[in-house]
């Protein structure tokens, strides 16, 4: 298929160093083209975020003021993300991400004064900046809905009939999801022809998934758990629970056994949350115990095995949580723990096979990688180059031993290879980052 891009779109898929779209991808880009709202249904991790954001890349023009399209998201991870994808493709037209966990002040001064031309958020915190006038709306004439089942959730309904109310003229409306539910397209005044639906056709996670049925008990659950984790050898995985209180529970377990772990859901905090993925995404641990916040909305590439600590509450959510594996066509395997005697639930595939684990338990080699904590941040015109170029100069790494960076408004966090981090901190002790004296430590956990 001859696929012919704008120029603008061009540029980004070279920025992301992306040759290709996939064919879902290519579709949403014509559909959008010559129609004023779609519903696009995938499974997750095909790439829907590319699948609106480069037709906005074709739709936003950088000569009108103001803002010109809104994003929905539902977590303030979700709008980091899109945030950080718009970046990276380096995109004339500016963008920027609302969302809770920092002051309303904070969010006026990262507008910088002049209106962006897109903004991406989560609906409460969008809400209070376009009563307040600190975005303008008049020029917003495009409206994406990401994870546009999630509207259907008590609270959240009335949370858009507001923003819908506040953004009059988005009269282009994009919806996407994983999961359909039918009565979401109606309440956003999108026609049922504007459906794109590839969740069969496309190249499905589940087609790259092996699933496993782990038989445990009550009592032989969190032993059973560590040995599957120990077969693992240190592969990335996720383990799911339908509760915070189990979230604690099990890391604490498996720190006890010496498995280094992060643990993430919604009773922490902000800053806690972005350290428990960022700990995870950067390899600092390879094992990350969290609720259904996880199961959606989060690009973590490479995670090879997802674990159904406890089982999923509906299909939708099962899907979600499998989708944190085999992303892009990439293998991965899905593990259910399950009590004998009980009726598996119908979103179970049939094909499942009995996980038969090792009856000796080795402890995997531990992640390769110490996070680093940096005290300074945006606020201080610190950026990922400053930082990689201080500890590749100052620290004497080479590139290679330099991972992941994530730098926020007040402080940053680094990746260092961690056999070399002792000695990194004590070649950068005293040393400044761009003139500024900061701490530089360890981050514990």
Not at 141 to 159: A, H, N, Q, T, W
Not at 221 to 238: K, T
Request: aromatic content about 8%.
């Amino acid at each position: 298929m001859d696929k012919r891009f704008t120029a603008a779109q061009e540029r980004a898929l070279r920025n992301l160093k992306i040759a290709d779209v996939n064919e879902m991808q290519w579709q949403a880009i014509m559909h959008c083209r010559g129609k004023s709202g779609m519903v696009l249904l995938s499974p997750t991790g095909t790439g829907k975020t590319l699948a609106y954001l480069l037709p906005l890349v074709e739709r936003v023009d950088p000569a009108v003021e103001g803002v010109q399209a809104a994003i929905i998201v539902p977590s303030r991870e979700l709008a980091k993300q899109v945030s950080e994808v718009w970046r990276a493709m380096k995109n004339e037209c500016r963008m920027v991400a609302l969302y809770g966990g920092r002051s309303l002040e904070q969010e006026v001064a990262s507008l910088g004064g002049s209106e962006p031309s897109v903004i991406v958020g989560t609906p409460g915190r969008l809400i209070d900046h376009l009563k307040r006038g600190n975005v303008a709306a008049e020029r917003c004439s495009l409206l994406v809905i990401d994870e546009f089942d999630k509207c259907l959730e008590m609270g959240f309904r009335e949370e858009m009939e507001q923003l819908l109310s506040l953004l009059p003229e988005a009269k282009t409306r994009y919806l996407l999801s994983a999961t359909d539910a039918d009565e979401i397209p109606l309440f956003a005044s999108v026609g049922s022809g504007d459906k794109l639906d590839f969740r069969v056709t496309a190249a499905q996670p589940a087609a790259h998934t092996d699933y496993y049925m782990v038989e445990t008990t009550p009592e032989e659950r969190l032993p059973q758990l560590f040995r599957l984790l120990c077969s693992f050898d240190g592969e990335p995985a996720i383990v799911f629970c339908n509760f915070r209180e189990s979230v604690e529970e099990v890391r604490s377990f498996l720190a006890k056994n010496s498995l280094r772990c992060a643990a993430y859901h919604g009773a922490m905090e902000q800053k806690e949350r972005e350290l428990a993925l960022y700990r995870f995404t950067a390899s600092c641990v390879n094992i990350l115990v969290s609720t259904d916040l996880a199961a959606r909305g989060l690009d973590i590439k490479d995670v090879k095995h997802v674990v159904h600590y406890q089982r999923a509450m509906s299909a939708e959510i099962f899907t979600h949580r499998n989708g944190r594996t085999a992303r892009w066509e990439a293998d991965g395997a899905v593990y259910i723990f399950h009590f004998g005697g009980k009726e598996l639930p119908d979103f179970v595939p049939e094909t499942i096979t009995a996980c038969e684990l090792p009856r000796k338990c080795i402890l995997p080699q531990p992640a390769q990688w110490a996070a680093l904590y940096v005290g300074k941040g945006k606020r201080d015109k610190i950026s990922r180059g400053d930082l990689a170029g201080f500890f590749i100069k100052k620290g004497g790494l080479r590139a290679d031993e330099v991972g992941p960076i994530m730098v926020f408004d007040n402080y940053s966090y680094v990746a260092v290879k961690l056999k070399r981090m002792r000695e990194v901190l004590k070649s950068v002790a005293g040393e400044k980052i761009k003139g500024i004296k900061t701490i530089i430590e360890p981050v514990r956990g």
